[in-house]
């Protein structure tokens, strides 16, 4: 990374407000150009032919806050068998146990002896943007390029011109 890229992460990651990125892709796919600006700004004029993504956002502290609550139910051999969830900061813990394991196991119970709070990023939860799949359509006619060039290759195959 350039001194100007370092500067464009730093600057994103000490402003008050959520960030977005502008990204100009060049002819192999790789950003050839890029501007850092701020989530609620309006796209520049000139910034036509760029594309939009999200580069910072701010998060409240308690959005990664979970609790470990521990269920044990009775095991085969007398000896309690233990499972722990990680159940997000906004659920009350008897009322989670109450809808989501008594209705399947009547027979286990919350250990709230063992309850504990953690704290984890889920990098696939906030970070993760994944890219739209292809229309069917477009799938296809890909599929059908790729099997008349099979068909061309075989011995007493004929060449086709691209569907």
Known sequence: MTSYHIDAVLRACTVDAAMDVLLR??????????????????????????????????????????????????????????????VGMEHDPQAWFSQMIRPYDPDARLDTTRTATGCAISFARYFHHPVPLRPLQEIEADLRRSMARLVALMPGGEPTADP
């Open 25 to 86: 892709d060049g002819a192999d796919g790789a950003p050839v150009a890029w501007q850092v600006l701020a989530h609620d700004a309006p796209t520049p004029d000139g910034a036509a032919d760029m594309r939009r993504t999200p580069f910072s956002c701010l998060l409240p502290g308690r959005e990664f806050l979970y609790r470990s609550l521990m269920v044990t139910r009775p095991g085969r051999d007398g000896a309690p068998v233990r499972t722990a969830f990680r």
